[in-house]
């Protein structure tokens, strides 16, 4: 249901009555969306129907409780979930429809397409790291900085990083932590740099009980991250009891940036400030309550939740627990901290209303007026059944008070997470990988302010608008202009800033009010004066009215780079990257010697097995470094995605810095950037498939195909060296197709580009993936040859040199 | 807390609690637990067969890593390029700088061997020590480090991973040692000295 916006711009014009006409024509919202004369020149589109706001099915109380959306399919957990700077949600932590632990695919989600399938696009495997269990913010030049995580089934360290730019959707490989951290917090510092503290290796097993002592699985160092220039360690900032292995306060440690520029925190039952300058500093402030107690049940823990509601002040609440293994009562006590002095010494800490059920693994999102949504869940541990808590909760600062909500239909406690959305609806999503939840799914909360009460049922609330502004990129301290909608009566500003959730909180998370004057078009709106009150990014800015009902967030920039403009379209995500039909070049820098196979990844990884027998791989822009083991080919995804036939005519998979084998009689391996892998067997030159990159020993044949030499594009496209020296492709379905001829090497890129070596050492290039026998001679000879790209050659001469162009 | 102040709040807790803080420090927290070094090598020989005690680490900055002399992967080139990071950093670091390597095969690893391997990497400086134990020792420190995880038949791998130590022997940060991150160690020890004075 769509409703036409030009019609009500005459009778806005005119001053008449609204025909019930156009009334009817608005469906969902209880008054029609009127279009107004834009003044400046930032146009907000209010006029296009919101399909999350249409067509509820709104019960009577929701005007008092909210309520929520029925259960949605998500395309995997999501573990992590982002709001970027255009609009759309980002999330991931697992695979498509998986469960396992492995945060290599990417869900975009756009919320003004709807839920259903085709508001989704997913990339599976489109990261060449792993982020499960990683941290995340967006960065000042609007890049989502991913960094840490990473899982044992994928083979990747938890030091890789990787950066997402909302502006072309596409994910890249950013510079390594010094060391690995799993369940660290990340935070964006007032300078535009970002700091990471805690985390421990992977899987490291430990024990919140022991006593006060370092631990050499635990990173009590913090790093800061400059754009450019990579990670260095605060070296001053040392601190176990802010990132110890006692109380597990090195899981996700609760931080924000304080009004005074330093980094104020809450580690389980430690409170502390770090001071960022040079080579940074800590204290310990004090003791906050207790460590996990099953009697008092204190909101201290991992498993709390916390939001930084107003400047300087944050609500601590629930919790009672360790980990998501650790037994323990949920704590339903809440407590408001008060940092707005800490620069003077002072300290405030108010005990507030307990919520009205104990809940571990909840999440916190902080809304438009000023009140804080707590959603999901357990009374114990991570249980679900029984112990989940279903409803919402809404406190109230001004009261103090926990009002109950709406109750949702799903168990979300651990790895679950919420997300205030521009429509100032709230996204419920995640729990799971590993259990008790399963949750390939989402819900949406719509809290009370959307509604309004009338005879006694409930009726989307008339909303406040926002019709245009005169900039969504301001400074610190500017004004900026915002045009509301004739007749609003807007008695507050919000802004908040754009989410980045992971295991029940957000540290970038936080509302700031504005100050605001009104004008003849609207208001004149201050934005925050410095950056310690809100670091330079991406912010929802909203307009409430009297009746406390917000408007749509528009998304603004502060000391950052601009945002997409309000109804801008986003960039279509895509992998692989696109087709470049340019040829090597003719100058060529000798890169290694000694080899007798060579590979080359879509990333640029290089690797050689050498006359030795050893591996030696070349990272981009790293040295080489030569694997343990004896190996005669190699095959690359990326960079340490390794599969290569040993000496002993097994196939290995690198996993984890370390070899598995996962086939056998074998003689040459290939492998393509979607994490197809191929290899030739020894006995009988048959040629096996496999379709995903793990340690599973699960090939087919590809049918009808015996080869010399092999080389893949991606899943469904094979190119081979068979009888003859022929050339022919498959796509494992129908029967193989020639497409060349006289070749002895064959490489293959992932952006289809086919090369060949003649044998009479001539370079032959085939520029796209099909099935046409068109090929273009290469200046130059070689002896084999391998291809990261179409505009990159890494050949050998006949000494075994390795050469690149 | 005033009665009618009380019952605006109904019943909820309004204890505020105002904390005074002392004045901001800029200097690092006082470390006042005992050395941990005394821990990590408890037991442990050095190539030249004599015990190693923290003395020869008190104060100093230490560089720990995991090697043993039958590796042929990642160990010689580690051993390689930590002394070529020794050797370039200036003397004033240097000169407060103990490499200690630890081996996991202490079976094989006896002092003769590990001073022949030292030897092989033109490793003659004093600072440099090579560990060895008995087996129960030497097993003690990998666990701590979890310095070995468990590999295919039998074959465990060990840590490629180099930690900086303190001169007060907290373990600052944990490294990669194949490729060694160089840079990120001297910028790390150059902080640790800038602090220090």
């Known amino acids: 249901m769509s409703f036409k916006s030009t019609v009500a711009v005459c009778l806005l014009a005119t001053g008449r009555a609204l025909p019930v006409a156009a009334m009817l024509m608005a469906g969902a919202s209880a008054v029609p969306a009127l279009a107004q004369q834009a003044v400046y020149p930032v146009v907000v589109d209010n006029s296009s129907t919101d399909p999350l706001l249409s067509n509820l099915s709104i019960p009577a109380k929701a005007a008092q409780a909210g309520m929520w959306s029925g259960v949605y399919s998500w395309p995997s957990i999501p573990i992590h979930a982002s709001l ?135 990173s009590s160092t913090p790093e800061v991250y400059t754009p450019g220039q990579g990670w260095r360690s605060l070296v001053g900032a040392y601190s176990t009891d802010a990132f110890g292995p006692r109380s597990e306060r090195w899981w996700y440690p609760r931080q924000w940036v304080s009004p005074a520029g330093t980094l104020f925190g809450i580690s389980t039952e430690k409170i502390w400030e770090m001071r960022l300058g040079g080579n940074g500093s800590i204290r310990t402030l004090r003791d906050f309550k207790t460590r996990v107690d099953n009697n008092t049940r204190p909101n201290v823990g991992p498993t709390s939740t916390a939001v930084m509601f107003d400047t300087g002040r944050i609500l601590q609440v629930g919790g009672n627990g360790y980990n998501n293994g650790y037994q323990s009562p949920s704590s339903a006590a809440a407590t408001v901290f008060d940092i707005n002095k800490l620069g003077a010494g002072q300290l405030t800490i108010t005990e507030t209303a307990p919520m009205n059920n104990p809940r571990q693994w909840a999440n916190a999102a902080v809304l438009p007026n000023g009140r804080v949504l707590v959603t999901g869940g357990t009374r114990y541990a991570d249980e679900a059944g029984n112990n989940a808590v279903l409803s919402a909760e809404i406190w109230d600062p001004a009261s103090g008070r926990w009002t109950l909500g709406a109750s949702g239909r799903v168990y979300r406690g651990y790895h679950s997470n919420s997300l205030l959305l521009p429509n100032g609806a709230v996204l419920v999503s995640g729990g799971g990988a590993p259990g008790p939840a399963t949750n390939l799914n989402a819900e949406i909360y719509y809290p009370p302010y959307l509604f309004r009460s009338e005879n006694g049922r409930s009726v989307l609330a008339q909303r406040p608008r926002i019709i245009s502004l005169s900039t969504v990129a301001a400074n610190f301290g500017q004004n900026i202009e915002v045009q509301t909608a004739t007749g609003d009566n807007i008695i507050r500003v919000s802004l908040i800033a754009v989410g980045s959730v992971t295991h029940s909180f957000d540290s970038n998370q936080r509302r700031l009010k504005l100050s605001f004057t009104r004008t003849a078009s609207g208001i004149n709106v201050t934005m925050p004066s410095n950056p310690n009150l809100a670091p330079p990014g991406y912010y929802q800015l909203s307009t409430v009215d009297a009746a406390g009902v917000p408007s749509r967030g528009v998304i603004v920039s502060i000391g950052a780079a601009a945002p997409a403009l309000p109804g801008a379209t986003p960039a279509t995500p895509s992998v692989p990257a696109p087709v470049n039909p340019q040829l090597p070049g003719d100058a060529a820098t000798q890169i290694g010697t000694g080899a007798v196979a060579i590979a080359a990844g879509a990333d640029g990884t290089i690797a050689t097995a050498n006359v030795q027998n050893n591996i030696w791989v070349l990272p981009p822009n790293g040295r080489w470094t030569m694997l343990e083991w004896n190996f005669k080919d190699v095959a690359i995804i990326g960079e340490n995605r390794y599969y290569a036939v040993g000496t002993d005519n097994n196939v290995y998979r690198r996993d984890n810095n370390r070899w598995v084998q996962v086939a056998q009689d074998s003689r040459a391996v290939a492998a393509s950037a979607d994490g197809t892998v191929a290899h030739i067997n020894a006995s009988g030159s048959k040629v096996w498939v496999k379709s995903a990159d793990d340690n599973n020993n699960q090939w087919f044949w590809a049918p009808n195909v015996w080869a010399k030499k092999i080389a893949l594009v991606r899943k469904g496209s094979l190119y081979y060296i068979g009888g003859e020296n022929n050339v022919w492709r498959s796509d494992f379905i129908n029967g193989p197709v020639l497409v060349g001829r006289n070749a002895v090497d064959i490489a293959a890129s992932s952006d289809g580009t086919i090369t060949v070596l003649s044998t009479d050492g001539s370079i032959w290039r085939k520029q796209n993936d099909d099935n046409v026998e068109a090929w273009v001679r290469v200046s130059g000879t070689a002896t084999r040859l391998a291809t990261p790209n179409a505009g990159t050659m890494i050949y050998t001469d006949s000494s075994g040199n390795i050469y690149r162009r | 807390m005033h009665r009618v102040a009380k019952k605006l709040l109904g019943n909820l807790l309004t204890i505020a609690i105002t904390i005074a803080l002392a004045a901001p420090v800029g200097a690092a927290p006082v470390w006042s637990g005992a050395d941990p070094m005394r821990t990590i090598l408890k037991g442990l020989i050095d190539q030249n067969g004599r015990p190693v005690n923290d003395g020869r680490f008190a104060g100093r900055y230490v560089l720990v890593n995991f090697i043993f002399t039958g590796c042929g992967t990642t160990c010689p080139t580690q051993v390689a390029e930590l002394a070529q990071f020794e050797r370039k950093l200036p003397p004033v670091i240097r000169n407060k700088l103990t490499i200690l390597s630890i081996s996991v095969d202490p079976g094989n690893d006896k002092p003769q061997r590990l001073k022949a391997y030292a030897k092989a990497f033109g490793v003659t400086s004093k600072s440099w020590t090579f560990a060895t134990g008995r087996p129960d020792h030497v097993m003690r420190v990998v666990k701590t480090f979890a310095a070995m995880r468990p590999g295919k038949a039998g074959f465990d791998f060990h840590s490629t991973e180099v930690r900086l130590f303190d001169s007060r022997h907290r373990m600052i940060q944990r490294y990669s040692g194949a490729p060694l991150a160089s840079q990120q160690i001297r910028n790390d020890l150059e902080a640790l000295m800038e602090m220090s004075r």
């Not at chain 1, 998986?98 to 919320?111: E, K, M």
């Not at chain 1, 960094?147 to 030091?159: H, L, V």
């Not at chain 1, 097993?205 to 006060?212: G, K, M």
Request: charged residues 15%; neutral net charge; aromatic residues 8%.
């Open chain 1, 84 to 218: 970027l700077p255009d609009g759309r949600v980002l999330t991931y932590g697992a695979p498509p429809g998986g469960t396992v632990q492995d945060g290599r695919s990417l869900v975009f989600w756009d919320p003004r397409k709807g839920i259903d399938s085709a508001s989704f696009q997913v990339l599976p495997n489109a990261q060449n790291v792993d982020s499960f269990c990683s941290s995340a913010t967006l960065l000042s030049d609007g890049k989502l900085l991913v960094s840490g995580g990473a899982s044992t089934i994928s083979g990747f360290s938890s030091r890789e990083g990787m950066v997402l730019d909302w502006r072309t959707s596409q994910p890249q490989r950013d510079y390594n932590l010094n060391a690995p951290r799993w369940y660290g917090t990340m935070t964006k510092l007032p300078d535009g740099r970002a700091i990471i503290t805690g985390g421990s290796a992977p899987y490291a097993i430990n024990d919140p009980n022991v006593p006060e002592t370092p631990l050499p699985t635990i």
